[in-house]
């Protein structure tokens, strides 16, 4: 059974954990901007850098979001996508604000579809329901080539990685 940890307590990861060389499942979320139907995952003929956050709400998320922002520019054939639980709403906003145009940014809001297919759903704890903090990278075939759960959800992730992983 996966964990993560929040300020140090173990958290139990629910669903369907998806791991380096698992076929990654494809799944609809809603994107931020007009609502529509986003598939993530599966075989696309991309690169895929599908980063997990818990709600771009908190300043680590918002940080994140922003890093990775940057960090995409100029990347070929890949696909870099934001999934939360936040209602497509309010990210939309975040991102208006702050300039997020590199980032495909989602919401898994209508029934954590993603979050229980990648196993990375928060269980019993203060922020159970919501999604930890996590990178997966699948390649253009639909396999899972980098995984990372990030250990204490109140840190970054490690961006050095997961932009190398996609290189």
């Known amino acids: 059974m996966a964990t993560t940890k929040f300020k140090g307590t173990d958290v139990e990861l629910l669903g369907n954990e998806v791991n380096v060389g698992d076929k990654a499942p494809a799944v609809t979320v809603v994107n931020s901007d007009g609502l529509g139907d986003v598939v993530v995952g599966g075989a696309t003929g991309k690169k895929q850098l599908i980063i997990v956050v818990p709600s771009l709400d908190t300043g680590v998320c918002a940080t994140e979001t922003r890093s990775f922002n940057q960090k995409v520019v100029g990347l070929e054939n890949v696909t870099a996508t934001i999934v939360s639980l936040d209602l497509p709403f309010a990210s939309g906003r975040f991102c208006q604000s702050e300039g997020i145009n590199d980032l495909v940014v989602t919401s898994d809001f ?40 990030v250990p204490e959800i109140t840190e970054e992730p490690n961006y050095d990685a997961a932009i190398a992983a996609i290189s």
């Open 110 to 149: 209508r029934n954590k579809d993603f979050a229980n297919a990648y196993g990375v759903l928060l269980g019993g704890s203060v922020l159970a329901g919501v999604t930890c903090r996590a990178i997966f990278v699948v390649n253009e075939e639909g396999v899972v080539t980098y995984k990372e759960i």
